[in-house]
Nanobody, 116 residues
Framework: QVQLVESGGGLVQAGGALSLSCAAS????????MGWYRQTPGKQRELVST???????NYVDSVKGRFTISRDNAKNTVYLQMNSLKPEDTAIYYC??????????WGQGTQVTVSS
């Protein structure tokens, strides 16, 4: 059973920066896509950014130029560096990984709060 352990997040003022990380462990034969989603109350979970095993990245338009996703395949870890944070970035951020077999896994979520 794959387990995802997220770290990072917290409270920061607008314009500040935070870094998230997510380490996958347990029964991993290979990971395809890794990434981050976020969700605010009353809204659907939305994709923030993903990165493939070959390093191809994808970002939602609202974070382009401010967020950077990266991964360490040897450590089965994905990172999200968030700069120039805005109050509208406030959400619970969820780590997402897709195994080489296509099975999706989700982290428990970590709160990011950006004060104005």
């Amino acid at each position: 059973q794959v387990q995802l352990v997220e770290s990072g997040g917290g409270l920061v003022q607008a314009g500040g920066a935070l870094s998230l990380s997510c380490a996958a462990s347990g029964g991993i034969l290979g990971l395809n896509v890794m990434g981050w989603y976020r969700q605010t109350p009353g809204k659907q979970r939305e994709l923030v950014s993903t990165i493939t095993s070959r390093g191809s990245t994808n970002y939602v338009d609202s974070v382009k130029g401010r967020f950077t996703i990266s991964r360490d395949n040897a450590k089965n870890t994905v990172y999200l560096q968030m700069n120039s944070l805005k109050p509208e970035d406030t959400a619970i951020y969820y780590c997402y990984v897709q195994s080489s077999l296509g099975t999706p896994y989700w982290g428990q979520g970590t709160q990011v709060t950006v004060s104005s």
